[in-house]
């Protein structure tokens, strides 16, 4: 964070003015984060191993295609990226933990906060109807012994993953 906050020119100091939180509130944040990111990598890389889920060569390579195609760059430039700063295995893991959540999206059936189910399917839209009505809510992700709520398989944002270190590397 402070990387990037440098590169827009604001130190952390003005960062915590404007956003209004004082240090301590800051770090609290941000180990809350860590700690949900953590719980999250653990739980899923449990599943992985739990169900022998494996990455192959042919997930890693379809995945180097779309970091290729995402920054416009040659398939050779990403794999030589990724190579030169080691992060090769972090996108396996990457793409290991996305499986397991798959996997776990499978086994589970989506409640509301009350524990009724909820139908995911998108509406069918009318040939009458210039745009279909989307609603903004999140259901929450738990059934049966799973009981799995959604904050507790979050997606990770912690920075770490192999797409932001090959990009940064470049």
Request: aromatic share 2%; charged share 30%; hydrophobic share 35%.
């Amino acid at each position: 964070l402070a990387h990037r906050l440098g590169e827009q020119g604001i130190d952390l100091a003005n960062y915590l003015r404007i956003t209004g939180q004082d240090q301590e509130a800051f770090t609290a944040e941000l180990r809350s984060g860590a700690t949900r990111s953590l719980r999250a990598r653990v739980l899923l890389e449990a599943v992985a191993e739990a169900e022998s889920i494996e990455v192959g060569d042919e997930d890693v390579a379809g995945a180097v295609a779309t970091l290729a195609a995402q920054a416009g760059r040659p398939t050779e430039d990403i794999v030589t990226a990724l190579s030169e700063s080691g992060q090769g295995a972090a996108l396996s893991g990457d793409i290991l933990r996305g499986k397991a959540m798959d996997r776990l999206l499978e086994e589970v059936t989506p409640v509301d906060a009350d524990g009724n189910t909820v139908d995911l399917t998108p509406p069918v839209a009318d040939p009458g109807d210039e745009e279909p009505e989307s609603e903004e809510t999140t259901p929450q992700v738990g059934a049966g012994p799973h009981n799995v709520e959604e904050s507790d398989v979050a997606t990770e944002d912690s920075g770490d993953d192999a797409a932001t270190k090959a990009e940064e590397h470049e």
